[in-house]
């Protein structure tokens, strides 16, 4: 499926003064990220905004907007807004904004040593023997 250039454009004019900048193809389509987080992209003829689980309730409030439904399954924190939604200059730069704010959120919790998007590693269940690395180069019992 081709996605739509001219939304494509439009999301990168909006994104040009922005620093570290990056395109990726994914879904599809085209992926913007900040930093190396996802703010968003364009799919067909969508807009894909990465608007974050806390505030996808207000998102899907918005004109145009509808879930991420991708797979059949809707997506927290990722919207898919229509064009009807995007028409507009203002209307797109929300958007765009939108999703490099929650990006941005997710780079000041990395900073902070929060999870940042990730998976936190599990501690140890009380009582359980810790695990010691792997050793490299000789295997144990041979001379």
Do not use: C, K
């Not at 996605?3 to 994104?15: F, I, K, N, T």
């Not at 968003?40 to 439904?69: I, K, M, Q, T, Y």
């Not at 940042?116 to 599990?122: L, V």
Request: proline share 6%; net charge positive.
């Amino acid at each position: 499926m081709a996605y739509d250039e001219g939304l494509a454009a439009r999301v990168r004019s909006v994104l040009a003064r922005r620093r570290e900048v990056a395109e990726r193809r994914m879904f599809g389509g085209v992926a913007f990220l900040i930093g190396g987080r996802l703010i968003g992209g364009v799919v067909g003829p969508d807009l894909l905004v990465r608007v974050g689980p806390d505030r996808d309730a207000e998102a899907l409030g918005r004109p145009g907007a509808r879930p991420r439904d991708f797979t059949g399954r809707p997506m927290r924190g990722l919207v898919f807004v229509g064009p009807a939604g995007t028409r507009g200059a203002r209307s797109l730069e929300g958007w765009v904004e939108l999703g490099a704010r929650y990006a941005a959120s997710l780079e000041r919790e990395a900073r902070r040593g929060g999870v940042a998007g990730g998976r936190r590693r599990q501690a140890a269940r009380p009582g359980a023997p810790r695990r010691r690395p792997r050793r490299r180069g000789r295997s144990r019992g041979r001379a």
